[in-house]
């Protein structure tokens, strides 16, 4: 293994440190925050299994044992450069997001009590910055693991979470919120702003 697979390897982890790191304070906010409406099921909690098996299982197995060894390619070292830049995007944009939301964040698809409609901060331009942030990690991950399954899982899960969720989230959104949260969804993005 080079020497550059091997930092990719090392940056991987720091990041998926640095991204639990971040979260871990919201989410033990969260459970303490009363909920006025959820639609937690079995669809949402399936996505969020598969979400977890595509971007810590997958690429944690590839990263300490190298399996599966079979689906293993070289290592380009610019890979190891944009990786990185990619991740460290993708960690930006999530704390940036959780900031943002504050006490509305939630890791499943609820209501808050005192829920507010957030529109400021990055959700000025970006209706879902914090499914882009994962998807950017699923980028990062594909290029930093040299491995087709491990790498391109992370890819996989985050989008499965994306296509899966938002249009429930948006559901959710517009009963709250009603033509508040429609006005929103016409002056935003739902991930790339000035362009989609």
């Given at each position: 293994?080079?020497?550059?697979a091997i930092i990719a390897e090392n940056v991987w982890w720091i990041c998926v440190v640095a991204w639990f790191v971040l979260r871990w304070p919201h989410?033990?906010?969260?459970?303490?925050?009363?909920?006025?409406?959820?639609r937690r099921d079995t669809v949402d909690w399936a996505v969020l299994a598969f979400v977890t098996l595509c971007n810590a299982?997958?690429?944690?197995?590839y990263v300490v044992?190298?399996?599966?060894?079979?689906?293993?390619?070289?290592?380009?070292?610019?890979?190891?450069?944009?990786?990185?830049?990619?991740?460290?995007?993708?960690?930006?944009l999530f704390y940036r997001t959780h900031q943002n939301l504050g006490r509305n964040w939630s890791v499943s698809l609820e209501i808050r009590r005192e829920h507010?409609?957030?529109t400021t901060g990055i959700y000025q331009?970006?209706?879902?910055?914090m499914y882009l942030a994962f998807l950017l990690w699923g980028l990062a991950q594909t290029l930093l693991l040299p491995n087709w399954i491990a790498?391109?899982?992370?890819?996989?899960?985050?989008?499965?979470?994306?296509?899966l969720r938002v249009w429930r989230e948006e559901g959710l959104m517009v009963e709250q919120f009603g033509d508040q949260y429609r006005a929103y969804m016409q002056r935003t993005a739902r991930l790339v702003p000035w362009l989609f």
């Open positions: 293994m080079s020497l550059s989410q033990r906010r969260a459970r303490k925050e009363p909920v006025r409406t959820s299982v997958l690429p944690f197995a044992a190298k399996v599966p060894r079979f689906a293993n390619y070289p290592f380009h070292p610019a890979c190891l450069w944009l990786g990185t830049a990619v991740f460290a995007t993708a960690i930006w507010r409609l957030v331009h970006i209706r879902h910055p790498g391109p899982a992370g890819l996989i899960g985050s989008a499965t979470l994306f296509l």
